[in-house]
């Protein structure tokens, strides 16, 4: 199982990014897959993901509305489309994939300036 995140960068409050996460070694639609975030000094937390089975979607309370979470099958691709960013979203951003044990990928900073 391989997990590249990338589309992480600089932006100013308001503005938006988009993160991908390139899936590999597994069956994309088969399992939850999402995105988690660890801001400095502080836990991991999570911020959105796509269950295995149904595709349903989940968002943190925190981004619901502003995040939106897709999954490209064909292409293998995982995406965070976030909107309307602030300074609270600074973190680095991994995503995973989860069934018995979780994998990781090696996560991309966002970082947003006020």
């Known amino acids: 199982v391989q997990l590249q995140a990338s589309g992480g960068g600089l932006v100013q409050a308001g503005g938006s990014l988009r993160l991908s996460c390139a899936a590999s070694?597994?069956?994309?639609?088969?399992?939850?897959i999402g995105w988690f975030r660890q801001a400095p000094g502080k836990e991991r937390e999570g911020v959105s993901g796509?269950?295995?089975?149904?595709?349903?979607?989940y968002y943190a309370d925190s981004v619901k509305g502003r995040f939106t979470i897709s999954r490209d099958n064909v292409r293998r691709l995982l995406h965070l489309q976030m909107n309307s960013l602030s300074p609270e979203n600074t973190a680095v951003y991994y995503c995973?994939?989860?069934?018995?044990?979780?994998?990781w990928g090696q996560g991309t900073l966002v970082t947003v300036s006020s």
């Open positions: 796509i269950r295995g089975g149904d595709g349903s979607t």
């Open positions: 070694g597994f069956t994309l639609d088969y399992y939850a």
């Open positions: 995973y994939t989860s069934w018995g044990r979780t994998f």
